[in-house]
């Protein structure tokens, strides 16, 4: 899907129509922070007729309870519809290409999200359907969730600029799409994580140049007590992501020191906050005194979800 030069409402500066959204390397500064506006507008006005007669077509081929429910939802607010499609029970699933999925796709629907597991697949969704394409998580990145962290932050801290966010466990695509939106907006962002386990070279490579150029900062600290020093959040995520399920036992051993516990959020600032994508695992990635404490803002984030992800919608659908 491609870029149009569509007129603009009143209240956007810039048009995201025909967008798709794989990863936030593709947007720029300014149109997050457009994003992020009005995420917040809608959290205010959350029922519209902006989306009436729009159809979003959701492919899922790893379980989501937060993702499903939030696009389903954030759809249905704005007068539009959504349809559930699980790999298991399209053709997808038996075979049948993305490039002809997409195509097929492109001519009932308005939109695609797809959440799965490699990102090329992603990739070749949004090459060939003629529709936005967004990606609802894969092995790479989970722009969605990123966004509605950043929204989170923004709500808790009154800035973005400057603060010292600290994700401490695996290198994943949730820690990928954090690192990328923060380093844009000028945070100091520090990845805790053992060796082995570091973020993706590239997307590394790609996060230095972001905080190089938005006066924020970029560092991999393996010591997880040195990292959190003075923290104004601290993040985290599963030890092991949908897909790697036979690693559960090794992750637990080889992540048992990145738990963020009481013990090791007595480094951070005072007023550290606790975020989590969710789903959570207590006793392993965060304790029950954490993720259930009064620093934890983990609900606040997952609804933050549906607010973003209707930002996304009405943006690259024009509505
Ligand atoms: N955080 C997140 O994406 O949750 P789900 O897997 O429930 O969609
Ligand atoms: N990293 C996790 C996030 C789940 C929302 C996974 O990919 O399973």
Redesign the pocket.
């Given at each position: 899907m491609t870029k149009s030069n569509a007129v603009l409402s009143p209240f956007k500066k810039i048009s995201l129509k025909g967008r798709d959204l794989l990863t936030w390397l593709d947007y720029t500064t300014e149109e997050v922070h457009e994003l992020l506006s009005l995420s917040e507008h809608l959290k205010k006005n959350p029922v519209s007729k902006k989306l009436e007669g729009k159809t979003l077509g959701m492919i899922f081929e790893?379980s989501s309870t937060r993702t499903r429910v939030s696009f389903e939802a954030g759809m249905l607010q704005m007068g539009g519809h959504a349809i559930y499609l699980n790999s298991r029970d399209i053709q997808l699933g038996r075979g049948e290409s993305i490039a002809d999925t997409a195509k097929v796709l492109s001519s009932y629907v308005d939109a695609i999200m797809i959440r799965t597991f490699e990102h090329e697949k992603v990739a070749q969704l949004a090459e060939h359907a003629s529709v936005p394409v967004i990606n609802g998580?894969c092995d790479m990145y989970?722009p969605c969730?990123a966004l509605a962290d950043v929204l989170t932050i923004l709500e808790l801290k009154g800035k973005l600029s400057g603060l010292k966010v600290v994700y401490v466990g695996d290198g994943?695509?949730?820690a990928h799409s954090f690192m990328i939106l923060c380093a844009k907006l000028g945070m100091d962002v520090v990845v805790s994580c053992p060796k082995g386990y570091e973020p993706d070279e590239e997307i590394v490579q790609a996060t230095v140049q972001l905080a190089e150029g938005s006066g924020g900062t970029f560092t991999v600290v393996h010591d997880p007590v040195e990292a959190v020093a003075g923290a104004d959040i601290v993040y985290t995520?599963?030890w092991a992501?949908?897909g790697q399920e036979e690693e559960t036992v090794e992750r637990l051993g080889v992540f048992a020191p990145y738990q963020v516990n009481d013990a090791l959020l007595s480094h951070a600032a005072d007023e550290v906050n606790f975020l989590h994508?969710?789903?959570a695992h207590r006793g392993e990635e965060v304790t029950a005194e954490v993720i259930d404490g009064l620093k934890s803002a983990v609900f606040q984030q997952a609804e933050n979800r549906l607010h973003v992800q209707k930002a996304i919608l009405l943006s690259v659908l024009g509505g």
């Open positions: 790893k998580l989970h969730q994943n695509n949730v995520d599963v992501s949908m994508c969710l789903p």
